[in-house]
């Protein structure tokens, strides 16, 4: 499986991305989160096993639990935030009633993903150019579906500089239930959270995103499709084509679906519907090998 451990919820605390499962606790598997990194137990399974190989994706959010956030009607139980970053992790216990959520990130999300922790449901997701009206609409993390209209998520409500909003669906706010929530906000010459159009051929598009990426997680949003995903360190040479998927257990693959990492984003290097369906729509999250940017900040030329 692929283990998501997160400061908020604490270390040992485990949940799947290509499963609809309740959170868990694996006392051997993520055991402690440092400044410089973080620790294993000596757990097999999908932490630790001898012999085998692993790739790891971090993010710093606030570097520790962080505090309950009280901009929206509904108090977060904890929030941790990094603004420079762009990037927050709450929890919280839901209501059953639509409600608005403190992210504290000082600008308009982008990516939101949320999952319930005390039973299985799936994984949501909000995307801000999955479609013309995104907070009508999701995708789940751990399926291939394609984008669905659903009021009972993001209760048909954009997100703001200081909340998201969720319904009355079980997936994102049902009465004691209790979730986490990932939001993400581009950060100029950091990350970038947009989408492309597939033209059905070899030579496909240039994905300008600003900057180098070292990370770049693809989904077909009109169809159905994997989240796949793509980073300079299983493949540091172009064309990047190891590929693992957020929704799927299965060991990393070398498809057809392959791109470039360019100076300034990437690009398409296949027909493959996964990622360049002629009139597909495909959304996409991508950050930066080398970060530069923020307020004020141009950002300094990729290599």
């Known amino acids: ?5 997160d400061a908020a919820r604490g270390a040992t ?45 971090q993010w710093l959010a606030g570097g520790g639990a962080g505090s309950s956030n009280e901009d929206g009607t509904l108090n977060t139980t904890t929030t941790t935030v990094n603004t420079t970053a762009g990037f927050s992790i709450s929890t919280y216990t839901g209501t059953g009633a639509g409600s608005s959520i403190g992210h504290g ?10 999952h319930r922790l005390d039973a299985g449901n799936n994984w949501a997701v909000y995307h801000g150019s999955n479609t013309s009206a995104p907070e009508t609409d999701w995708l789940a993390l751990d399926e291939t579906v394609a984008t669905a209209d659903n009021h009972t998520l993001w209760n048909d409500t954009a997100p703001t500089s200081s909340v998201f909003s969720v319904g009355t669906g079980l997936m994102v706010n049902g009465n004691t239930a ?23 051929n070899a ?31 299983r ?9 693992l998927c957020a929704n799927l257990d299965t060991a990393e693959t070398t498809g057809s679906e392959e791109i470039d990492f360019l100076a300034n ?7 493959d519907a996964g ?13 930066a090998s080398n970060p530069f940017g923020g307020e004020d900040v141009t950002p300094a030329t990729a290599f």
């Open 1 to 5: 499986d692929n283990m998501l451990v």
């Open 13 to 57: 605390k485990e949940l799947n991305s290509n499963a609809s499962a309740a959170e868990s606790t694996d006392s051997n598997g993520l055991t402690a989160f440092a400044s410089s990194g973080f620790t294993l137990g000596t757990g097999a399974g999908g932490y630790n096993d001898a012999g085998e190989y692993f790739t790891s994706w």
């Open 105 to 114: 990130l000082g600008a308009i999300p982008e990516l939101i993903i949320i």
């Open 178 to 200: 209790t979730y986490v929530a990932y939001v993400w906000t581009s950060i100029t010459g950091y990350s970038l959270f947009k989408s492309y159009n597939g033209n059905g």
């Open 203 to 233: 030579d496909g598009a240039v994905v300008y995103t600003g900057f180098k990426p070292a990370w770049v997680m693809i989904k077909r949003s009109d169809s159905t499709g994997d989240w796949i995903i793509y980073d300079s360190k």
């Open 235 to 243: 493949s540091p040479y172009n064309e990047i084509d190891d590929q």
């Open 265 to 271: 984003g990437f690009k398409i290097r296949t027909s």
């Open 275 to 287: 990622i360049n369906a002629s009139g597909g729509t495909y959304i996409y999250a991508a950050f």
